[in-house]
Protein backbone atom coordinates (compact mmCIF):
# COMPACT_ATOMS: atom_id res chain seq x y z
CA UNK A 1 0.00 0.00 0.00
CA UNK A 2 1.28 3.67 -0.98
CA UNK A 3 1.22 6.09 1.72
CA UNK A 4 0.21 9.74 0.23
CA UNK A 5 2.66 12.22 1.07
CA UNK A 6 0.98 15.19 2.87
CA UNK A 7 0.62 17.93 1.92
CA UNK A 8 2.68 20.31 3.75
CA UNK A 9 5.73 18.11 2.79
CA UNK A 10 5.10 18.55 -0.79
CA UNK A 11 7.33 20.66 -3.24
CA UNK A 12 5.41 23.28 -5.64
CA UNK A 13 6.44 21.18 -8.65
CA UNK A 14 4.45 17.93 -6.59
CA UNK A 15 1.65 20.40 -5.70
CA UNK A 16 1.31 21.81 -9.15
CA UNK A 17 0.99 18.09 -11.00
CA UNK A 18 -1.68 17.39 -8.07
CA UNK A 19 -3.44 20.69 -8.58
CA UNK A 20 -3.49 21.50 -12.03
CA UNK A 21 -5.09 24.66 -13.41
CA UNK A 22 -8.25 23.70 -14.83
CA UNK A 23 -11.30 25.37 -16.19
CA UNK A 24 -14.65 25.18 -16.15
CA UNK A 25 -17.85 27.30 -17.59
CA UNK A 26 -19.32 29.18 -15.37
CA UNK A 27 -21.75 27.08 -12.45
CA UNK A 28 -24.29 28.96 -10.87
CA UNK A 29 -23.97 27.06 -7.60
CA UNK A 30 -20.80 29.19 -6.80
CA UNK A 31 -22.97 31.39 -5.05
CA UNK A 32 -24.55 29.10 -3.00
CA UNK A 33 -21.29 27.20 -2.42
CA UNK A 34 -20.12 30.90 -1.16
CA UNK A 35 -23.06 31.26 0.88
CA UNK A 36 -22.75 28.08 2.50
CA UNK A 37 -19.15 28.55 3.21
CA UNK A 38 -19.27 32.39 4.71
CA UNK A 39 -22.08 30.98 6.78
CA UNK A 40 -19.96 28.52 8.67
CA UNK A 41 -17.38 30.83 9.05
CA UNK A 42 -19.20 33.31 10.30
CA UNK A 43 -20.47 30.74 12.86
CA UNK A 44 -16.47 30.21 14.40
CA UNK A 45 -15.07 33.54 13.98
CA UNK A 46 -16.38 35.87 16.21
CA UNK A 47 -17.96 38.69 14.18
CA UNK A 48 -16.46 41.91 15.71
CA UNK A 49 -13.38 40.27 14.50
CA UNK A 50 -14.82 40.55 10.62
CA UNK A 51 -15.41 44.04 8.99
CA UNK A 52 -16.83 42.67 5.61
CA UNK A 53 -16.74 38.96 3.46
CA UNK A 54 -16.68 38.76 -0.21
CA UNK A 55 -17.41 36.44 -2.93
CA UNK A 56 -14.51 37.58 -5.41
CA UNK A 57 -12.13 35.95 -7.86
CA UNK A 58 -13.79 34.56 -11.26
CA UNK A 59 -16.45 32.56 -10.02
CA UNK A 60 -17.79 35.68 -8.48
CA UNK A 61 -18.06 37.31 -12.50
CA UNK A 62 -21.16 36.13 -13.95
CA UNK A 63 -21.10 33.63 -17.10
CA UNK A 64 -17.52 33.24 -17.50
CA UNK A 65 -15.55 29.93 -17.45
CA UNK A 66 -13.28 29.70 -13.68
CA UNK A 67 -11.50 27.48 -12.23
CA UNK A 68 -14.06 25.27 -9.76
CA UNK A 69 -12.46 27.15 -7.03
CA UNK A 70 -14.81 29.79 -4.87
CA UNK A 71 -12.29 32.52 -3.73
CA UNK A 72 -13.68 34.51 -0.43
CA UNK A 73 -12.22 37.80 0.93
CA UNK A 74 -12.73 38.60 4.80
CA UNK A 75 -11.47 42.10 5.89
CA UNK A 76 -10.40 42.26 9.34
CA UNK A 77 -9.25 45.47 11.50
CA UNK A 78 -5.88 45.15 12.25
CA UNK A 79 -3.14 42.83 12.37
CA UNK A 80 -4.23 41.27 16.03
CA UNK A 81 -7.77 40.24 13.99
CA UNK A 82 -6.23 39.02 11.10
CA UNK A 83 -4.16 36.47 13.17
CA UNK A 84 -6.96 35.40 15.47
CA UNK A 85 -9.26 34.98 12.15
CA UNK A 86 -6.30 32.32 10.70
CA UNK A 87 -6.10 30.72 13.66
CA UNK A 88 -9.42 30.42 14.13
CA UNK A 89 -10.29 28.97 10.91
CA UNK A 90 -6.99 26.73 11.10
CA UNK A 91 -8.34 25.30 13.76
CA UNK A 92 -11.51 24.17 12.17
CA UNK A 93 -10.36 22.74 9.01
CA UNK A 94 -8.61 25.36 6.88
CA UNK A 95 -4.96 25.10 5.34
CA UNK A 96 -2.78 28.02 5.66
CA UNK A 97 -0.87 28.35 2.48
CA UNK A 98 0.55 31.59 2.98
CA UNK A 99 1.56 34.31 5.14
CA UNK A 100 2.91 37.58 4.69
CA UNK A 101 2.46 40.33 8.08
CA UNK A 102 -0.58 41.53 6.15
CA UNK A 103 -2.01 39.11 4.67
CA UNK A 104 -2.95 35.72 4.46
CA UNK A 105 -4.50 33.10 2.38
CA UNK A 106 -6.03 29.46 3.42
CA UNK A 107 -7.22 26.85 1.59
CA UNK A 108 -9.82 23.79 1.85
CA UNK A 109 -11.00 21.30 -0.08
CA UNK A 110 -6.88 19.81 -1.09
CA UNK A 111 -6.53 16.86 -0.21
CA UNK A 112 -3.52 14.11 -0.98
CA UNK A 113 -5.58 12.46 -3.57
CA UNK A 114 -6.45 16.06 -5.75
CA UNK A 115 -9.55 18.06 -5.59
CA UNK A 116 -12.57 17.94 -2.72
CA UNK A 117 -15.81 18.13 -4.89
CA UNK A 118 -15.80 21.91 -3.42
CA UNK A 119 -12.80 23.75 -2.80
CA UNK A 120 -12.43 27.26 -1.52
CA UNK A 121 -9.26 29.81 -1.22
CA UNK A 122 -9.97 32.11 1.83
CA UNK A 123 -8.13 35.63 1.66
CA UNK A 124 -7.65 37.15 5.08
CA UNK A 125 -6.69 40.90 4.72
CA UNK A 126 -6.85 44.46 6.27
CA UNK A 127 -9.68 46.75 5.89
CA UNK A 128 -9.18 48.34 2.41
CA UNK A 129 -6.66 46.06 1.25
CA UNK A 130 -9.49 44.88 -1.63
CA UNK A 131 -8.50 45.49 -5.18
CA UNK A 132 -10.49 42.48 -5.83
CA UNK A 133 -14.07 43.74 -5.45
CA UNK A 134 -13.14 46.29 -7.78
CA UNK A 135 -12.35 43.92 -10.86
CA UNK A 136 -15.14 41.86 -9.74
CA UNK A 137 -17.92 44.36 -9.96
CA UNK A 138 -16.11 46.22 -13.41
CA UNK A 139 -15.99 43.06 -15.01
CA UNK A 140 -19.44 42.26 -13.68
CA UNK A 141 -20.74 45.77 -15.14
CA UNK A 142 -19.18 45.26 -18.13
CA UNK A 143 -19.55 42.05 -20.04
CA UNK A 144 -17.87 42.27 -23.37
CA UNK A 145 -14.41 43.20 -20.86
CA UNK A 146 -15.68 39.69 -18.69
CA UNK A 147 -15.53 38.13 -22.03
CA UNK A 148 -12.33 39.35 -22.89
CA UNK A 149 -10.88 37.87 -19.60
CA UNK A 150 -12.42 34.55 -19.96
CA UNK A 151 -10.72 34.49 -23.74
CA UNK A 152 -7.50 35.15 -21.90
CA UNK A 153 -7.84 32.88 -19.28
CA UNK A 154 -8.77 30.22 -21.88
CA UNK A 155 -5.91 31.14 -23.69
CA UNK A 156 -3.50 30.52 -20.62
CA UNK A 157 -4.70 27.41 -19.15
CA UNK A 158 -3.08 24.50 -21.21
CA UNK A 159 0.23 26.53 -21.18
CA UNK A 160 0.45 27.32 -16.96
CA UNK A 161 -1.47 24.29 -16.47
CA UNK A 162 1.01 22.90 -13.92
CA UNK A 163 2.58 26.20 -13.23
CA UNK A 164 -0.01 28.46 -11.03
CA UNK A 165 2.47 31.49 -10.45
CA UNK A 166 2.94 31.82 -14.70
CA UNK A 167 -0.38 31.53 -14.97
CA UNK A 168 -1.24 34.04 -12.27
CA UNK A 169 1.31 36.43 -13.73
CA UNK A 170 0.82 36.45 -17.13
CA UNK A 171 -3.45 37.68 -16.27
CA UNK A 172 -1.52 40.42 -14.12
CA UNK A 173 -1.37 43.34 -16.25
CA UNK A 174 -4.97 42.78 -17.52
CA UNK A 175 -6.14 42.44 -14.08
CA UNK A 176 -4.41 45.69 -12.97
CA UNK A 177 -5.95 47.80 -16.17
CA UNK A 178 -9.31 47.08 -15.15
CA UNK A 179 -8.92 47.44 -11.17
CA UNK A 180 -7.38 51.00 -12.05
CA UNK A 181 -10.37 51.84 -14.24
CA UNK A 182 -12.87 50.75 -11.60
CA UNK A 183 -10.80 52.28 -8.64
CA UNK A 184 -11.48 55.52 -10.59
CA UNK A 185 -14.78 54.98 -11.85
CA UNK A 186 -16.08 53.53 -8.22
CA UNK A 187 -14.18 55.79 -6.08
CA UNK A 188 -15.11 55.93 -2.41
CA UNK A 189 -17.11 52.50 -2.87
CA UNK A 190 -15.13 50.20 -0.67
Not at 14 to 43: C, G, M
Amino acid sequence: MIMSKKLEKMSLHELWQLFPIFLVEHNTAWKQWYEEERDTILSVVPSESIMRISHIGSTAILGIWAKNIVDILIEVNNKLDLDAVKDTLVNNGWLCMNMTENRITLNKGYTEQGFAEKVFHLHIRIMGDNDELFFRDYLNEHEEIAKEYEVLKLSLWKEFEHDRDGYTNAKTNFIKKYTNLAKCRYSGRY
